[in-house]
């Protein structure tokens, strides 16, 4: 996928790329609450919510982006400034696999979000 910026925003090349590339996966958010009997911590996952980003597996275990080689894994997913937001340790049912996303950062650009992308392993 190319991404091409201008001015620091997301250009109308960039958006279109999203747009053609997009998918609707099913997203399970991580949860943290306290047990207020107990007062631990419990960890959780929500039902799941159908939503729309760029999803695809990767066929190597690695790969490149300026910034230099991300975190190995099985998928990568890209997103729109705050539109989805996929965190650490939420789960993407896609075709029947579910993937961990385990390292998920955001592209700045002069200092504006230009987008998020995350890596994800089978489990």
Not at 26 to 54: C, M, Q
Not at 64 to 73: C, N, R, S, V
């Amino acid at each position: 996928i190319a991404i091409s910026f201008e001015q620091g925003i997301m250009s109308e090349a960039t958006k279109q790329i999203f747009d053609d590339n997009k998918r609707i996966v099913a997203l399970h958010r991580y949860v943290k609450t306290d047990s207020n009997i107990t007062g631990s911590e419990r960890l959780s996952y929500d039902a799941p919510v159908d939503v729309e980003i760029v999803f695809f597996k990767t066929d190597k275990k690695f790969e490149w982006t300026p910034e230099g080689l991300l975190e190995k894994g099985d998928c990568m997913v890209f997103d729109k400034p705050n539109n989805v937001n996929v965190s650490r340790d939420d789960k993407i049912v896609v075709d029947g696999e579910t993937f961990l996303m385990k390292k998920v950062d955001h592209w700045r650009s002069r200092g504006e979000l230009i987008y998020d992308y995350g890596v994800g392993y089978r489990i």
